[in-house]
């Protein structure tokens, strides 16, 4: 296995990628391509018998900045560390790309480069959420806006493959985000999505309302694009007013303040049970090979992090496992489509 | 002014509806109309001297129950509490309704018997949430899927007619909740209406992302009732969710403890200002009367702080603001599309 990381990408690249693949190093079974300007990466490698044996530096001059168009970016930097890292994969030289770079970039090269699944019609983000008892899985997070059922039907599945094979869940729970939990409830979209999604080769579950997206007992929520970055960043808006909320109560007088002294190890499991960077990142599904989006912000831990999510999708063979599933979906509804035999 | 209450909504009904309205009294300037089973009502008021003068029970026989389906419930119980007070609404007799019952019954009842204002295509739900320096205002919160970019820009002008006159707010800044806050970032429907809300008569201040929903310098955020339903939903998921957490923390042993009693005042504070309590209640707005649709475990003081709502609305003309604001917007859009005169 060979992971193919982009160690240009992110507000603290390179310095955090390459502190993350180092301590990622010894997880990974295969090896860790640190893909970006050579001798800047290399300074930061250790020399001798303290460096890994599984991680190899390939040069890539180029970088793309956080804040330019990805379309415009990837055309004038044909040797970005983001594209090196794309064209691994492309060429079967890498399994799976990390980077913490432009996403829309990353995402933009993904999508012209790798080729889709046969079959899908829209690649997806997943996000893993936490919550109540276990992390569960969004997607669309926010790579299609203006979906049709179909492919959110497909997003269900390969949420569903995600969930069985990267993470070992078997038979997950696959819910639907919508307005009201009854069959019928929600918008034009929803309604015919939840009986594809009835009919699909998964555990569909039904309809989930937004209260529930943390805490109710499912793997895998489903819905838009548009809604899925509306539900991420109303969690993380919430989360932040919540704690800032908390912070000021904390520092306001001497009774408080010692309060919160005696509390700062549950603040502190608390903001680790909802940190980003214990998630590592964002999946790109539905293209050949494994893509994890990374917060740009992304400490070395969340480089590590990422770096062990695309480990456990390409062992799992989740691509392979994708292919099988939309093949398997698309026989189902031929056979559905295909009139009864007539007795003759 | 004339507010009808209806005494039998909402799951803590007739006691908790009863003891608010008695605790609002004071400070309402006209009369408040407890709608409901009469003996059962009277019981609850105070004899004599003690017995708010501005209090009238007004007798309704039938109960409709949370559960009940919206549209059989009020073909079947013509004499239900709800459908007396919207009646007393559409029959000039009073001026705002209030109840915590089932509020598909009390939306249906509004939208049926209220006449719509003119030109308004859809009315819509607002409800104010709390925020980082003031309460802002979503709207719609969920009586609309499936908007049309009109509505949306109606839904706009609502909430800044309401803004400015219930609220008190000069010039109230309106955003458009979105994905991405460059204009162009969004879905078909949030790209078209920003440009309508851009040319609306109101201080449109652009797109918002989810996580700005309580953290920006907003008054008003504008989406159609999908996404303000998934918004609400969220937030209240990931509130609920963090508190758990909190609470879990705050039992891990004797330090915790400790810890927790020295911070109660600031855990009180922060649960006070996220308290749906505190804001009374939701507004359906854009028919003719002011209908104040309250939480179904409504406190006490959730009944009194609705029934402050609806004298907010009344006192400030919200009606008739909105109905001059909707036509001086079809008037706008009438000379945008009137061609230009032309030299002669």
Known sequence: MVIAVDAMGGDHAPEAVVTGALRS?????GEIVLVGAGERVEALLPGGSSRPRNIRVVDAPEIIGMGEDPGRAVRAKPDSSLSVCVNLLR??????????GNSGAFMFLAQVRLR?????????IAVLLPGSDKPRILLDAGAN????????AQFGLMGSVYCEYALGRRDPKVALLSIGEEPGKGDELTRAAYELLRAAPLNFVGNVDGDKVLNADVDVIVCDGFAGNVVLKV???????????????LRAGLRSRLGALLLL????????????????????????????VSHGR???????????????????????????GLGRMAADEEALSEPEPQPV
Do not use: F
Not at 25 to 29: D, H, N, P, S, Y
Not at 91 to 100: I, K, L, T, Y
Not at 265 to 289: K, M, S
């Open 25 to 29: 190093a010894a997880q990974v079974e």
């Open 298 to 324: 992304s400490s070395p831990r969340a480089i590590e992090n990422a770096i062990l999510v695309a480990q456990q999708a390409v062992r799992g063979g989740v691509v392979e496992h994708l292919a099988e």
């Open 235 to 249: 969690a993380e808006g919430t989360g932040d007013w919540l704690m800032s909320l908390l912070r000021r109560e």
């Open 265 to 292: 190890p549950g603040l502190r499991r608390i903001q680790a049970a909802t940190d980003y960077a214990t998630y590592g990142g964002a999946l790109l599904l539905g293209v050949r090979g494994i893509c994890v």
């Open 116 to 124: 889709k699944l046969p079959g899908l019609q829209r690649s997806a």
């Open 91 to 100: 060429d079967g030289e890498a399994d799976a790309a990390v980077s913490a």
């Open 145 to 152: 806006t203006d979906c049709k059922p179909l492919h959110l």
